[in-house]
């Protein structure tokens, strides 16, 4: 744990400079828009420890895979999106010594992430070495409205002498990733051009010849009138082009630089046109200026925390906690374009290559399902339909024929490309988060044209595949399903997971399900997916049934629980609670040896599981299993400690639940597992913002209905959440006391609070009081 | 499968030229004399597809493992020996065309391995470009009586022609390993002399700055007449230094080269003599001329088949074999120094690193300890000793405390250091076939000393880490061991994998029984180990007997065997016989996935441990598990085949037994698994060795007793090995109507044949008339 940051309900506060902290401070205050990011790298030079990271979405290149002896069925290739040229920087000289906070004695650092309004904003005052002091303020946004924009105002005021100040804007092509397997560079730099106040670099990634161009415009002001007399020195070096230009200051004035930038790839435009394009932007935002852009800025911002913030009341870390989380996932994915998708460090780091993994399906869908228009969700379903072929390709490579479906762990464009063997290669579970996820989208937006148009063709390939992935012992005569590792990746290659093998039975169940209402309800739309998929009515839908039900589940008669997996039982049976605080992390700690021989649990899948079908269990079942693997897991997975929030809370453990917020909610703001710096764990925030809406609210559909069930965190005076469900936007708000409900949208609403049907209609608030005990 | 190799009882001989072929036969070709190791690359050059392989044991580099993502345990490197630099090339220029057999026309051509004298020889006919001729023989050796020197002698015949003939002898630095994970060049060339018929290349490795020194002295003749009037000119590249000479000949004229060659390494000399002493050595073999040269080899080579060789009658393919197999492993390992060891290619190739696995201790051990003298076995046991304390630090990186050791699956100065995450992380039985071999020695040489040595140590270490590594299971109410892979390395991380924990809880047993043996037999030695080990008397033993008499094996009742691992019988049982031809190897065509899913097993674990104890189990039980596993193995494993021809001899099933010799026999010379051309696999080929000794000729060691069953495959006449035990060499001949045993050593010698007890005197020979059935 790394504590640090101060505590405030809409912005992130760091308040002193410390270059301990600065690789964790640049994850924790970084900007996106959805299609751009960039950590919170200083714009002048630092020479501390850095993780220099801009990104721009969509833009990866298939870096070659490190594997010690190669097997068939690995990926060929591990992608990752790219650390881009660096556009953000300005060196600044003061007469002959460069500003660098390394170096400097650093003063009044004030660091500030503005989350309501969605800008970064620096202050400090530097003394170098040879005692000159400078004050400096640095406010930037990457624009949610000109998406290809970025601005920065850079302000230097000279506190105790008079003297040149040299301000070099520029943009460097030389960047690599850190986490580049070989070392490799991965761009060419294919052109520069350089004018007054202006620059434009063009750079190319290596194999797949994606195309980025960068422009600036810079304009430098001196106590706010504009220097219209600088002859800027035009500058090129290898793979870097900018501008230099010295300006005399009297003590006590202030130089300010605006820099504007626009950032186009050929994602979207014509490689000839690229430069042309980027400069265009540069230029729009320049004539717009910079404090235009952060009014825009702010109101766009406010309408999207209309729809998706939560207050708290009476605790403001936790307020804190989940805003900082709702304005990541909010800066990391817009739902504007069907080819990206939300990687588990959003433009925050190069760790997991910023590419797909379940966690969009099973984590990031619930909260943009609920806080954004439907058709954000349904972009990231199509995603993994446009995938579908090279899924069908992937099980092939595997084995498996017949149109059986196996989605990638990890993915950029449909084809498997992780790079960690030991865990990822029988992570098979995905597939069925793919699946949940559909079932997840239609049960909240009714939307069954999605299924007829995308969802049965993903659905059918998914059951396929796992009816050739379960066989049938003839010693258990039970189908079973053997090597596999669940979402606990402190277990490898086991037999009979049973979070796996319910979630695999379940797929199967809904697929026939699918295929039950299509065939009903668009029979011609059944007519050409049975054809396209050459689908098998007679056996295929016998076969899925037969398996689910004779499917074996290992399960322990004198615990009354589902173990996760054959042969845990046999493990030695320690607790968390007996483990020495300095051998955790134990991933930092012990073998990898140790871990998997232990009966540690990264993240419990049965309880995972047990979310996800919660309806099928009665109260004491689920107590059973929370208090048989709570104990057990160390929540060394960024996405454990929600569900165990939302299962606590379900219980009516209001404590445990309020250690799992804040576990979840602080992860990176406290830094649980010292490893924020190396990014920010943008999908498991969907997580907490569960937490909150299922967990302490209880929200859950159900056959068609939505249920609310809320408790609150004793620490809590109130809190409010707002979703959508079905065309209807509902506001939730608990206290100590009661909860009131109002709903907007077409008409009345019923649901169930406290288990009481309740009907409301548009407009109309209902007050209850709260039922203490569930 | 790939046969193009001649039968003949003595050599290895390829007719006609296949650049198809080269790479295989540049393995099958190798020669080696224990000190270094040379693959049958040509002299000339050659641009065909080609592994250009020259090895000095011992000397090795470091490389970088590759991994995706790092977990703690890994290991830190890869050790590989290196491919080091050229000595044999000669290049030939004949007029303007450079001779390379890639490019002309090739006649006529001819290789053969003389194993009996140990020499390469090769001879050819080339039509060049321009259409002359010439006539090539090319012969050469690693001495095994000046273990630091090599000689060449190659003829050239101006077929057709008269004209220039340049040679152009060198030592070439800039070699790189194929294998290297990072394409880096291992090597620096710190040195290069160069005078008349002289140059010397002195290289030191990187980061771990081993030197090597080349030295080569050449000698020009005509027509057999020395050309004493040539004045070389004298070449040096990058890394590359050499003569060139440039010779008129006459059309019928033969020109004649001889090149000498020393090699010496800083493992034996300081550093600053290395040049001078290789260029001794170079002059040495100058002197001695290769004439001489070829003589020495043979007699030494008679001294080594003397004691070594199996002859077999009535069967040339089969004969040929065995003698390939032995030759190729007196070549890689002769004794002389307790630094080295087996690496699983030998000298023939650069995969597995040239490092030391398990195959020494299970298959190596018993073809030394029963051909050459005891001391060669010590040796090999004292490199374990000598990484003894490595040994407990490995553990100690796993969380193992307490002395216990856990050896290396891969290593080469006793650190951990695999390459193959997936396999070889949990492959924990070495540590095992460590202790084995020590029961192994000790019963065929009664050389209780080593125990107080050294032995009992290593055993003590051994015993307490597997004490550590098995657990209690509170539900089976056993002791179990989990997440382990045995040496059927198509299954991974399974839990009680039958031939580990048997193999485990002998080793437990059997330390004990040590202790108990050097407690009463030498006292004072086991006070010095007591406390040099720290070893709790009153509780360690105690631990060990508990486990063992309390362990959990997987067994099927119905089918009255043990399991392979638990889970075995939940997997689709198919039968190797089902599988399609053409998707063998199925390492070849399956994806791993598919591989640890099926059924399908490498190499059959449970009957390997069935092999070690086979004394606990009566014939019919022996027989229920071979005829449940062998049909399920695909032999993939070049260590399986050899296994099961001793099982099917036990058993009395010649042609099963048969079957699987000639498989383990020709695995290289048939290329069973289309991979010659990667190296020979040199420690399975002792395997083959014991499918004839312990297989047909049913050798067994209990209680102090030898044991002979001699079968014999209807396909021979006879077949005669010869092996030492306890001091006696021990001869036996076979025929289809008897065996004659003859004895020399000192004394008498009682040995039990066909289980009836017989004393036979020194040089007395003992004539039985064969049991059919066993």
């Excluded at 790219?82 to 002959?96: E, H, M, Q, R």
């Excluded at 708290?312 to 990541?328: M, Y």
Aim: proline residues 3%; aromatic residues 12%.
């Amino acid at each position: 744990m790394n504590q640090y940051i101060k505590a405030d309900p809409w912005s992130i506060i760091e308040e002193g400079f410390s270059a301990e902290n600065q690789r964790s401070s640049e994850s924790l205050f970084s900007l996106g828009n959805g299609k751009m990011g960039q950590r919170a790298n200083f714009e002048e030079q630092y020479t501390g420890k850095t993780l220099q990271g801009s990104y721009i979405a969509g833009i990866y290149y298939p870096d070659k895979t490190r594997v010690g002896w190669w097997k068939n069925g690995y990926p060929e290739y591990f992608a990752k999106v790219l650390n881009s040229p660096n556009y953000i920087g300005i060196d600044v000289v003061i007469d002959s010594h460069m500003l660098n906070l390394f170096i400097c004695n650093v003063r009044a650092f004030r660091r500030e992430l503005n989350m309501k309004e969605g800008y970064l904003l620096r202050t400090f005052e530097a003394e170098l070495p040879d005692g000159k002091i400078v004050r400096v303020e640095a406010k930037r946004l990457l624009s949610i409205v000109d998406t290809e924009c970025a601005a920065i105002s850079y302000s230097i005021e000279a506190v105790n002498f008079s003297g040149t100040i040299s301000l070099l804007p520029y943009i460097d092509g030389a960047v690599v990733n850190q986490d580049s397997n070989y070392d490799e560079a991965f761009w060419n730099v294919l052109r520069m051009d350089v004018h007054s106040n202006e620059a434009t670099l063009l750079a190319q990634t290596k194999k797949l010849d994606f195309q980025v161009a960068f422009s600036m415009r810079t304009k430098v002001s001196l106590d706010g009138k504009l220097c219209e007399d600088i002859r800027p020195e035009l500058m090129k070096k290898e793979a870097w082009v900018g501008n230099r230009m010295k300006v005399q200051v009297e003590q006590g004035q202030t130089l300010t630089i605006e820099k504007y930038i626009g950032v186009c790839s050929s994602l979207n435009y014509s490689a000839e046109t690229l430069c042309a394009e980027s400069l265009k932007q540069a230029k729009k935002a320049e004539e717009k200026g910079i404090e235009k852009m952060l009014t825009e800025q702010a109101s766009a911002w406010a309408a999207k925390w209309k729809q998706s913030d939560i207050q708290i009341e009476g605790d403001v870390a936790a307020q804190q906690a989940i805003r900082f989380n709702i304005f990541q996932l909010n800066q990391t994915y817009t739902g504007e374009d069907a080819r990206l998708n939300v990687g588990p460090k959003g433009f925050t780091g190069e760790k997991y290559g910023g590419t797909t993994y379940w966690d969009t399906e099973a984590y990031c869908i619930p909260f943009f399902l609920m806080t954004a228009p439907k058709d954000v969700t349904r972009q990231l379903l199509i995603y993994r339909y446009k995938h579908l072929e090279r899924a069908i390709e992937n099980a092939g490579k595997l084995g498996f024929t017949d149109g059986a479906a196996l989605y990638p762990m990890v993915t950029i464009n449909g084809e498997e490309c992780h790079n960690e063997w030991e865990i990822t290669f029988e992570e098979i579970h995905r597939n069925g988060a793919i699946a949940f996820a559909i079932h997840n989208y239609i049960r909240h937006t009714l939307d069954y044209n999605y299924l007829d148009q995308y969802g049965l063709e993903v659905l059918i390939g998914i059951a396929r595949f796992w009816a050739q992935r379960i066989t049938f012992s003839t010693e258990k005569k039970k189908y079973v399903m053997l090597g596999v590792t669940g979402p606990n990746e402190y277990e490898n290659n086991v037999n009979n997971n049973w979070y796996t093998s319910r979630l695999a039975c379940w797929c199967m169940s809904y697929a026939n399900e699918c295929i039950g209402i299509v065939k009903t309800n668009t029979p011609a739309a059944w007519s050409r997916i049975k054809a396209k998929v050459n689908f098998d009515e007679e056996h295929e839908p016998t076969k899925w049934r037969t398996i689910v039900e004779n499917m074996y589940y290992p399960y322990n008669e004198e615990l009354g629980i589902f173990l996760q997996q054959d042969g845990y039982m046999d493990k030695e049976q320690t607790l968390v609670a007996d483990l020495p605080h300095s051998q955790r992390p134990i991933n930092q700690h012990w073998s990898w040896d140790r871990i998997l021989r232990s009966c540690f649990i990264k993240q419990a899948d049965t309880l995972q599981g047990i979310y996800l079908f919660e309806n099928e269990f009665d109260t004491d079942t689920i107590a059973r299993h929370f208090d048989f693997y709570e104990p057990r897991t160390v929540h060394e997975s960024s996405l454990s400690p929600c569900v165990h929030s939302i299962l606590a809370s379900r219980l009516g453990r209001k404590d445990k639940a309020y250690e799992m917020y804040l576990r979840t909610s602080r992860l990176d703001l406290d830094d649980y597992n010292n490893e924020v710096g190396e990014g920010c764990h943008i999908t498991s925030m969907a997580g907490t913002w569960m937490s909150i809406v299922e967990g302490f609210g209880g929200k859950r559909v159900y056959e068609g209905r939505l249920y609310l069930n809320p408790i609150i965190p004793e620490q809590w005076q109130s809190y409010t959440f707002r979703i959508t469900f079905r065309g209807h936007d509902i506001v939730v708000t608990t206290t100590q006391t009661h909860t009131t409900i109002t709903q907007y949208g077409n008409g009345e609403l019923q649901l169930s609070i406290y288990g009481k049907e309740v009907i409301i209609n548009s407009g109309e608030e209902l007050k209850v009081d709260n039922i203490s005990n569930r």
